[in-house]
């Protein structure tokens, strides 16, 4: 759209007109020389926010405040078509990807044309990608480990009570590069790694190879009913990191779904997922910001939900980052540097007291 404000009258006469008497009126000429500032300011750039839905608001006030602070005055029915073109790409951004993000970008309608002849307006989406494709940029943008280089403590403390290792075979859904994966083999077990990005799965499959490691690398979606797991097969089921990047409660339930369909019975689920604290009612806002933020939480009772009618009971539930803390060597705590920000909620909540959310590791048993 091109916004293109009502001209006041120029003070000057035109060529050919008659002669008049020169106009000494102060408020007048301070008006056409403030004017004449504006023809020769331009302005462009763009300003680049999340997609959230819940926050349309915001979206809204901060376009309008930054059009009225370049004195860009949009009559009613230009403010009304730049809302609905917001609310739209907003909502469609959001559904695409919670990486989507809105883009508002300005411009002169021509380069030589300063503020008096408006400016042209759009909004656009970009990076309306998966999270396959976020892990994709990290490689390329990111140096050294990006998810740590020591097992969760958690998981090794599980481990070390199944018995036999080589007769303890594992799944391990969201490898990564294989922080897990690999130690998990090293001590004996067979290892099936289920990575969603295809980058990743090869890092994986190049390493078992190298040490060879009895490790099975497959690459795909956890969620994807083709990808086939053997029925009753793995006495671990571990899910780590895999929840918060999940979208609504449905997939979080297939993927519990395929975790009993997997397992055998007796057989133990490994998972951490955000757990907002009793008493907290998360409106759209939280909700929405978690999935922009890699955290996408549940609430006790939709957690209840989820594994209503499924052969799965929790036997502890606990905080992943003062576990983590506690059990982890010295030299791998933390983890990475987002960790601490990131499994306290922080990520959602950027504050300096206790957030209503964290990450919290759960062992269940398949009954």
Known sequence: MVFQPSQPRSPISSPGAPASNPITEPTFLEASILNKFKSLT????????????????????QIESLLLALEIDLTGKERDALRQLVTKKVTEGFAASPFSRLVFKFQPPNPT????????????????????????????????????????????????????PSLVAILDVGAGTGRNTLPLARRGHPVHAVELTPVFANQLTLAAKEQNLPVKVTQGNILDSQLYLPPAHYQLGFVSEVIPHLRDLSQVRVMFERMCHTVQPGGWVLFNTFIAVEGYQPDAKAK?????????????????SVLQGLPLEILSDESAYEYERAHLPPEAWPPTNWFISWSTGRNIFPIDQKPPVELRWMLAKRK
Request: glycine share 8%; with cysteine.
């Open 42 to 61: 331009a302005a462009s750039g763009e300003l680049v926010m999340p997609c959230v839905p819940a926050m349309l608001p915001q979206h809204i006030k």
């Open 288 to 304: 929405e910001m978690a999935q922009v933020s890699w955290s996408y939480f549940l609430t006790r009772s939709e957690l209840q």
């Open 113 to 164: 044309q300063g503020l008096t002849n408006g400016l042209k307006l759009s909004v656009v989406i970009q990076d309306q990608i998966g999270i396959e494709d976020k892990y994709n940029r990290w490689v390329k943008s990111r140096s050294g480990p990006l998810f740590g280089t020591h097992p969760d403590a958690k998981l090794m403390a599980v481990v070390a009570n199944l018995g036999q």
